[in-house]
């Protein structure tokens, strides 16, 4: 079974512009979470989606915005980046059931200029 | 308030024993993850537990105390490739369980 993909794998950016990073979950694992990593911090979690829905939400900006598709497929996009926005951005999927063990995905390299 | 930690780093050496603690203060508890990521690479999945007791997977063990609100993962047989962050999550219950609470990580340093 291929794995989570994530696509672009490296991106540059400058202030201001937008983003929209890719993620492609394992076959039949129909939810989604993002989380956003930083040199020396934890997994600081973005959202998570399932059946198209966003069921939770951490504590970011509203220009960080999410969406999932029928296909379970999911974006994130970042708008009017930043330069604190330069980040790993990482992409997890699972089975939704007792034990929703996370599977990641190669993470989007991000860096803003 | 919802909280994990482990320490910041540690170091052991090729061959030995290490234990790496984490302690969590959660509104429920559901389960306790560890996961293992190499410096520039994604989290890959070690092991779960939800009840009381040890569990063995090899070279890894992970521990878990419910009443202590307390984990430990204990790596044997320390081998170069070991050297990564180790990071604790736990799903707490209640309307947050579709969110895991992650802990800062802890850095494994292995010398010769």
């Known amino acids: 079974k291929a794995g989570v993909t994530q696509t672009p794998r490296y991106l540059i950016k400058t202030r201001g512009q937008q983003v929209t990073l890719s993620c492609s979950p394992i076959?039949?694992?129909?939810?989604v979470s993002w989380y956003q990593q930083t040199p020396g911090q934890g997994l600081q979690f973005l959202f998570e989606y399932f059946s198209e829905t966003q069921r939770n939400k951490g504590n970011f900006p509203g220009r960080f915005s999410g969406r999932q598709f029928s296909n379970s497929r999911s974006e994130m996009n970042v708008s009017t980046l930043e330069l604190g926005d330069s980040a790993l951005y990482l992409c997890?999927?699972?089975?939704?059931?007792?034990?929703?063990?996370?599977?990641f995905g190669p993470g989007t390299r991000l860096l803003v200029l | 308030g919802q909280n994990i930690d482990q320490p910041t780093e540690m170091t052991a050496t090729e061959g030995a024993i290490v234990q790496i603690n984490c302690t969590y203060q959660t509104s429920g508890f559901n389960g306790l993850f560890w996961y293992q990521q190499h410096a520039g690479e994604a989290p890959t999945f070690l092991s779960y537990n939800v009840l009381d007791g040890l569990e063995e997977k090899g070279r890894f063990s992970s521990f878990l105390s419910r009443s202590k609100g307390y984990s430990y993962l204990l790596l044997k047989e320390l081998q170069m490739k070991d050297s990564a962050s180790y990071l604790c999550a736990v799903t707490p219950s209640g309307d947050s369980n579709y969110q895991l609470i992650w802990g800062a990580g802890t850095k494994l340093i292995i010398k010769p």
């Open positions: 076959s039949g694992h129909r939810s």
């Open positions: 997890a999927s699972s089975q939704v059931g007792l034990i929703e063990t996370q599977y």
